[in-house]
């Protein structure tokens, strides 16, 4: 499975971002795919999880801001990133191949950057 992620960029406190991570491969066999981040100095932690029959599973930090999504087709995931602060300024990553939604699988993107000033 080849996973890319797109969408991040810079924005201010409070402001929006939308992530995608487009999947490739042997798509009928990802049931768990979800986002991760990684600060500087910081080990990489579950963002928002999201399996084929759609239960979810959100950072308690996250959760009412950001919205994980998936394509019927289960080709494309994305994260829906309202009320952004400082503290989500990060590189996220996509992940897929797990069973479980609170740990990773072993497919991995290059990720994207995220920053938000305040």
């Known amino acids: 499975v080849q996973l890319v992620e797109s969408g991040g960029g810079s924005v201010q406190s409070g402001g929006s971002l939308r992530l995608s991570c487009a999947a490739s491969?042997?798509?009928?066999?990802?049931?768990?795919m979800g986002w991760y981040r990684q600060a500087p100095g910081n080990e990489r932690e579950l963002v928002a999880a999201i399996s084929t029959d759609l239960r979810t599973n959100y950072a308690d930090s996250v959760k009412g801001r950001f919205t994980i999504t998936r394509h019927v087709t289960g080709k494309t995931m994305s994260l829906e990133m309202t009320n952004l602060k400082p503290e989500d300024t990060a590189r996220y990553y996509c992940?897929?191949?797990?069973?479980?939604?609170?740990?990773?699988?072993?497919?991995w993107g290059q990720g994207t950057q995220v920053t938000v000033s305040s």
């Open positions: 992940n897929a191949g797990s069973a479980a939604l609170m740990v990773p699988g072993p497919a």
């Open positions: 491969g042997k798509i009928s066999e990802i049931y768990v």
